[in-house]
């Protein structure tokens, strides 16, 4: 399968821990995004990488928050200190060059559950 | 700003019959609108794009959308709903590479 793949699928912690989340793009795409889709609600873009570029990162939901891709290839989503409202599902895509216009193909997320 | 407002949140139809999923945004630029479908515990799809070309847009599975400015809407239809389309539809506006804002999301029901 030449998808976009996330691991784990599923993910249940405690408050306080740490999470950490890969996401293995499509091979010859160089844009990476992260959203964050609660139940009943759209995906919210968190964050994106042009190649290791880290170009937008406003979105991050706070300081706990943060994403890191240093090869340019597979990316990680870390959130430290877990709190129950980080439960989701966290969604990653990738595209080709330039834009948002591009079409975005999503892997099957990983769900976060915080006790 | 920008903004998007998926009008149903559910919507449910016999098979066979016409779809009409409602998508009205809000932007201060032209923007490009997308539509994408959720099936349960698969990866979301892209159904078409508009990005100011034609503004009627045909996409995959018989879907289509039309862009209507004056109206600020981009609503999603069909002519004949299949069992297989039930899953969750997503409108999505994007404008000056980086930011994608999606609706809320409609569910589609497809009865027999």
């Known amino acids: 399968d030449t998808g976009v793949s996330q691991d784990p699928r599923h993910k249940i912690t405690k408050r306080g821990q740490n999470v950490t989340f890969r996401c293995d793009p499509i091979s010859e795409h160089n844009r990476l995004y992260w959203y964050r889709q609660t139940l009943g609600q759209g995906p919210e873009f968190l964050t994106y990488?042009?190649?290791?570029?880290?170009?937008?990162k406003s979105r991050l939901l706070s300081d706990r928050f943060s994403a890191e891709r240093p090869k340019g290839s597979f990316s990680t989503l870390e959130i430290q200190r877990t709190e129950q409202g980080d439960s989701a599902m966290y969604l990653c895509?990738?595209?080709?060059?330039?834009?948002?216009?591009?079409?975005?193909?999503f892997g099957p997320g990983t769900r976060l559950t915080v006790l | 700003a920008q903004s998007v407002t998926q009008l149903d949140s559910h919507v449910s139809v016999s098979e066979g019959t016409p779809v009409l999923l409602r998508c009205n945004y809000s932007s201060s630029y032209s923007p490009s609108l997308f539509w994408y479908v959720q099936h349960p515990n698969k990866g979301l799809q892209l159904l078409l794009k508009y990005t100011s070309a034609a503004t009627l847009v045909k996409g995959i599975n018989g879907f289509e959308a039309e862009f209507k400015k004056s109206e600020t809407s981009f609503h999603l239809t069909k002519p004949s709903a299949h069992m297989s389309d039930a899953a969750e539809y997503f409108c999505?506006?994007?404008?000056?590479?980086?930011?994608?804002?999606f609706g809320a999301g409609t569910r589609l029901t497809v009865k027999p």
């Open positions: 895509a990738s595209s080709v060059t330039s834009g948002f216009d591009n079409e975005q193909f």
């Open positions: 990488f042009q190649n290791e570029a880290q170009l937008e």
């Open positions: 999505v506006v994007t404008l000056n590479n980086n930011d994608m804002r």
